[in-house]
């Protein structure tokens, strides 16, 4: 990290204060102050004159000694004169030796934040939205709590993923003297992120735009330290090389899970029921019913198997069992016989047996060298034809060459999802062409409700760092060279 002290040398009244940045001189002068009214209480009724403290008068190179500057300039400090304000010369010394302690002790080091999130809208930031505003809720199903930051710098409800929107962060981050530079330039050898990898402490990035971070860039990254998803979904980080370079990997658990179950259940709905088809006959013009419903059906009385029944997997089931379907799972950690027989699931040791039965197949797993490429021209060839897979967890569980091919030739009714590899994913990649898809850009955890969730999430996620304290278990992905927390259940450790 940056450096983090601030130096001082006093001369008569003045004392040139030198430090790191800008941002850390003004804290100076406002910690100072507010220290020094909270030691003196209220002013005594004999007292007249100021009760004291400092101000920031003017830059160093007014009045400050030639050495002084000498020294700003050799340290890389920025560097200022702080005025001294004394109530009553008697207490002079001893006043200004506690200012300077306290100057002194200020803060803990300056990090640099790096955040890449995606682009503005193409017709700008919004200056208005569809909505005034998005509910408060106050945990998430089974008790967990919302975020809890110390306070935020946003407003719920609006654009908070891009770049305008910086997570709300800038405030908070440069008011407290650290850096934050905010990019959706994350891809190639001359990217902003490429070029300021090299001092970043901590990175922060979405599943929706990932900043990828190779075992060769942490290797050009030596200062950092802490690696936070604004979002679920840390397989954009090579968890094995975060182990091995003692990184810190976060993210904000279960801050969009309902966000992402809500949009595969339309994903379904819209594939089972043909509707995007169904639209296009109405945008073109046309009222052509009979290709709308050629290849529409209902859901219910349909099989319907989730691969993984985590935190999304099992909210997609609770959302599907008043469709009158049959539900069934597969995880390698089973589910609690209370909730199998409340939602009349049927349990599957292994994926091929559910794949097997099921009408639709939505894919809900974290990315892992287990789950790669898990849907690949075998396993589709065990499903029913005329089986839908709908897809949110992570493209590369699925082999895009055979889910295009397994449409193709008929084996697959549809396939839908928003999640690619890579993201974003090229002009040429067969998913953009494949007949009846229903692919959208990685939008389904980033609604504006969302965004407002894991924004407060990764501040406080940096408030925990800044301040030494622990970072929430189920936030932890790595920690201490070794997977940890929500890492540690849904995570494999390798290459």
Known sequence: MARSGLLHVRFMDDILVLAPTRWKLRRAVNAVNCQRRSKMGPRRRHEKGPLGGCELVHGAHGRAPRAARAAAS????????????LPRPPRHARMVCCWMAEISCLGGEMAKVVCVLYDDPIEGYPESYARDEIPKLEQYPGGQTMPTPSSIDFTPGHLLGSVTGELGLRTFLEERGHTLVVTADKDGPDSVLERELP????????????????????ARAPNLKLAITAGIGSDHVDLQAAIDHGITVAEVTYCNSISVSEHVVMMILALVRNYIPSYGWVVKGGWNIADAVSRSYDLEG??????????????????????????????????????????????????????GVCDVITINCPLHPETEHMFDDALISKAKRGAYIVNTARGKICDKDAVSAALERGHLAGYAGDVWFPQPPPRDHPWRTMPHHGMTPHVSGTSLSAQARYAAGVREILECWFEDRPIREEYLIVQGGKLAGAGAHSYSAGD
């Open 199 to 218: 001092d970043a402490n901590v990175i922060i990035s979405q599943p929706f735009w990932p900043a990828y971070l190779t075992a060769d860039r942490m």
């Open 74 to 85: 050799m340290g890389d400090y920025c560097a200022a004169v702080l005025r001294i304000r």
């Open 302 to 355: 349909m099989v319907v198997g989730t691969v993984g029944a985590g935190r999304i997997g099992i909210a997609v089931l609770r959302r599907l069992k008043p469709f009158d379907v049959d539900l069934h799972y597969a995880d390698r950690h089973r589910l609690d016989p209370s909730v199998e027989q409340e939602l009349g699931l049927t349990y599957h040791e292994d994926v091929e047996s559910l794949v």
